[in-house]
Nanobody
Framework: DVQLVESGGGSVQTGGSLRLSCPSSGFRSRKYCMGWFRQGPGKEREGVTVIDSDGRRIYADSVKARFTISKDNVKNTVYLQMNSLKPEDTAMYYC???????????????????????WGQGTQVTVS
């Protein structure tokens, strides 16, 4: 079974930084897309950033130049470095993974997250 386990969330002040981690296991192929999503209070889940198996990255406009996604193929871990955090970044952050097509669809279709099969349990980020 595919498993994703997020960690690294917490409470920070505006302008602060956090680094989220998401080790994964159980994938049968390396040709998959991984990404970070978030869901704020009373809001729909939204895509933050995705990275494909070749390392190509796409970011939501709201986090460009502040957030960086990266992955370590040896450790099978994806990271999200979040800098210059704002109160509007407050949300539960989820790591997700699925087929390669996910990286093409998420930036085009905001509701595509509903079709993603593999999710972590989430880690809370609070910015005040």
């Amino acid at each position: 079974d595919v498993q994703l386990v997020e960690s690294g969330g917490g409470s920070v002040q505006t302008g602060g930084s956090l680094r989220l981690s998401c080790p994964s296991s159980g994938f049968r192929s390396r040709k998959y897309c991984m990404g970070w999503f978030r869901q704020g209070p009373g809001k729909e889940r939204e895509g933050v950033t995705v990275i494909d198996s070749d390392g190509r990255r796409i970011y939501a406009d709201s986090v460009k130049a502040r957030f960086t996604i990266s992955k370590d193929n040896v450790k099978n871990t994806v990271y999200l470095q979040m800098n210059s955090l704002k109160p509007e970044d407050t949300a539960m952050y989820y790591c997700a993974a699925d087929r390669a097509v996910t990286c093409r669809e998420v930036p085009l279709r905001p509701a595509y997250y509903r079709y993603i099969n593999y999710w972590g349990q989430g880690t809370q980020v609070t910015v005040s």
